[in-house]
């Protein structure tokens, strides 16, 4: 159940209400052991609400799996909560507790204070409608929070939207990923197969409907591509 609902908030009286609606009666108590015991041993991870009071803080947070492969398992149209589960992942990677959502009146995926960044993952905005959604949640939030940077992570389109003075980068996620502090470190460290020092490398993404899939090779540095 937890699965089905990554991308939302969800406390632990309502886990208990959804698995006590299919069947199996369960105690609000054991719900929050059994997430505790998930979270300690590293499948799941949790975020915040920016905007919330802190007393709600600990009540209503949203959960991502730190594996996208075991996530791949329990969803039936998986796409949408994969993507945003990757950005989740990463996100988590490179800044550990400072990563929220926001949620008062309206949504943002992703809030990162210390840079003033607020981010929506969003499988596709060609529809107009959905544009319009994620478009107008970024700058309603960015009206309350310190926001310089807009983004909104995709599958694969790319653009940018200038809206009301402000500028909102469209990006897919392996082009995302690529650009990422931790994947440049990563391809300035990795060694080549011919010698111990440290030689640029390849970061090929392969992004299936199934699963995203980051795969790191070795490469010259005479012919490797570098970002």
Known sequence: KLSESVKQPSSF?????????????????????YVKYMEETWLLFSLTNY???????????????????????????????????????????LYGEEVYFYNKSVEVDFYVPQLDWLIQASYSIANEETREREVSALLKVGKHVSAQRLTIITYNEEQTLQVNGKSI????????????????MLCMMMPSPTTEKPQKGVFIMQIKKDTIIGDILDAAPDTAPFF
Request: aromatic letters at 10%; glycine letters at 2%; charged letters at 30%.
């Open 51 to 93: 905007a919330a009071k802190f007393a709600e803080k600990e009540s209503a947070k949203k959960y991502y799996f730190r594996d996208n492969g075991i996530l791949n398992l329990f969803l039936i149209d998986p796409e949408t909560s994969l993507l945003e589960n990757r950005v989740a992942v990463e996100l988590k990677k």
């Open 13 to 33: 009286t309502r886990l208990a209400n959804i698995v006590s609606s299919a069947g199996q009666k369960i105690q609000t108590s054991t719900v929050i052991e």
């Open 169 to 184: 980068e469209v990006i897919p996620l392996w082009k995302w990923l690529l650009k990422t502090p931790r994947m440049y």
